[in-house]
């Protein structure tokens, strides 16, 4: 903290003036989240908690998804929030130009992209690669965060009172400064990495007509690249109860898997809030759209269904056994099995995924996740797991297909089934 604030460590702070802290965060790949609390006060409201109190640098559905409370809608006073800010830091390729950090700034009237570089003494084209914004549209909006790419660490003085200081609706401005950091685990699998803009073009802005589906991670959409090819992309919900470790152990997991009977993962996109996965688009859809629809039911013949059967169990084999990797899915079912057009199945949505030693027989979860009615008992009671509670969601699967019907009653097991903090 005295090296970023230039100051010796015995040196006393005068009050209210402004200071950079650097804080300890949660890491989503290049973007992070530096997490602060605050406590609400009377005639406080989310908006004005993200636009008064911490100058935009937070939303209000990133509040309302750290709340513990299920009542995410309403806040009292007194209560204690916890605010994640909005912060970034330096990629590889920006590390190479010589960037160390870079500073969340919040635009207000009258800002324009040049008079931000003037003023942190960046350079004005690093400054608007660092943003996805081009020369041509350059546009920016006042109360959103902008990223100031710097060499050197920001000047305090820079960080001081920013707008009208008549205005007493104003705070001061608060910076969240990341430093480089790159989470290593993707390193690995930088060339999977996808431009926001490509795959935004590709669903035309994740046009609603191009919806396939809502699943526990967030929506799915369809899109074509400009090569023709086209995808499925999972886009992370806010309100989403999975998050960034699901969203790492898709990426991390699916990308060392490769088998005829596994759904093909193409890349992945970290932009801001978003969290993006790319996947082969496979025209049929996933099991359950063709089982438990009466009209579609039909196609499902005798030798389909076991094609289906066989298809899903050689690619549990392979997790189990054959890959290099010991892999529990732990939320096999029939809507994360997906079809493609010769009706080959392939095992899809590794997010609640683990991965286990070559010689481990089972292990134990504090937080016990995935779908009732396809839980084993002894998971959903304990919290124990093994590749026999994949087995045991793959039985399931078979009744399913040979009754063609959900043989499970969920809400039994809501009374049997018990979730351990």
């Known amino acids: 903290m005295s090296v970023m604030n230039n100051v010796s460590e015995n040196t006393a702070l005068e009050t209210n003036n402004e200071v950079v802290v650097p804080v300890t965060c949660s890491c989503a790949g290049r973007f992070y989240q530096a997490n602060t609390t605050y406590v609400v006060q009377i005639n406080d409201s989310y908006y004005t908690i993200t636009s008064n109190i911490f100058s935009s640098l937070t939303t209000c559905n990133a509040i309302q998804t750290q709340k513990l409370s299920p009542n995410i809608i309403d806040i009292f006073p007194d209560e204690r929030l916890t605010i994640p800010l909005r912060c970034a830091c330096p990629t590889r390729a920006q590390v190479g130009d010589g960037i160390r950090y870079l500073v969340s700034f919040v635009i207000y009237t009258g800002d324009n992209v040049g008079s931000i570089a003037t003023r942190f003494g960046a350079d004005v084209g690093q400054t608007l690669e660092a943003n996805d914004v081009s020369e041509q549209d350059s546009v920016i909006y006042s109360n959103t965060t902008f990223l100031?790419?710097?060499?050197?660490?920001?000047?305090?003085?820079?960080?001081?009172?920013?707008?009208?200081?008549?205005?007493?609706?104003?705070?001061?401005?608060?910076?969240?400064?990341?430093?480089?950091?790159?989470?290593?685990?993707?390193?690995?699998?930088?060339?999977?990495?996808?431009?926001?803009?490509?795959?935004?073009?590709?669903?035309?802005?994740?046009?609603?007509?191009?919806?396939?589906?809502?699943?526990?991670?967030?929506?799915?959409?369809?899109?074509?690249?400009?090569?023709?090819?086209?995808?499925?992309?999972?886009?992370?919900?806010?309100?989403?109860?999975?998050?960034?470790?699901?969203?790492?152990?898709?990426?991390?997991?699916?990308?060392?898997?490769?088998?005829?009977?596994?759904?093909?993962?193409?890349?992945?996109?970290?932009?801001?809030?978003?969290?993006?996965?790319?996947?082969?688009?496979?025209?049929?859809?996933?099991?359950?759209?063709?089982?438990?629809?009466?009209?579609?039911?039909?196609?499902?013949?005798?030798?389909?269904r076991y094609k289906i059967l066989l298809g899903t169990a050689r690619g549990l084999l392979y997790l189990h056994e054959d890959s290099r990797l010991k892999i529990i899915h732990r939320d096999l079912k029939l809507s994360n099995i997906l079809l493609d057009e010769n009706m080959n199945p392939k095992i899809a949505d590794f997010g609640l995924a683990r991965l286990v030693g070559r010689d481990q027989i089972q292990a134990d979860t504090s937080k016990i996740a995935g779908t009732y009615g396809y839980m084993a008992p002894e998971y959903a009671l304990t919290g124990r797991f093994s590749i026999m509670s994949d087995i045991y969601s793959f039985g399931v699967i078979a009744l399913e297909i040979v009754t063609g019907m959900e043989v499970m009653e969920r809400r039994c097991y809501f009374r049997l089934g018990r979730s351990k903090t």
Not at 265 to 283: I, Q, S
């Open 148 to 304: 100031v790419p710097l060499q050197n660490p920001p000047n305090t003085t820079d960080l001081v009172l920013l707008g009208n200081e008549s205005d007493n609706n104003r705070s001061s401005h608060i910076a969240v400064v990341g430093t480089y950091r790159y989470l290593e685990e993707f390193i690995d699998v930088e060339s999977l990495k996808f431009d926001f803009k490509t795959i935004r073009n590709a669903t035309d802005n994740f046009a609603l007509r191009n919806k396939l589906g809502q699943g526990g991670f967030g929506g799915v959409y369809k899109g074509k690249l400009r090569n023709g090819q086209e995808i499925a992309v999972k886009r992370l919900s806010t309100y989403s109860g999975q998050g960034i470790k699901e969203f790492k152990t898709e990426v991390l997991l699916v990308e060392k898997l490769q088998h005829t009977n596994l759904v093909k993962l193409l890349g992945f996109c970290l932009h801001r809030e978003e969290m993006l996965l790319v996947y082969e688009l496979l025209p049929n859809a996933s099991l359950d759209k063709f089982l438990l629809d009466r009209k579609r039911q039909p196609s499902l013949d005798w030798e389909t």
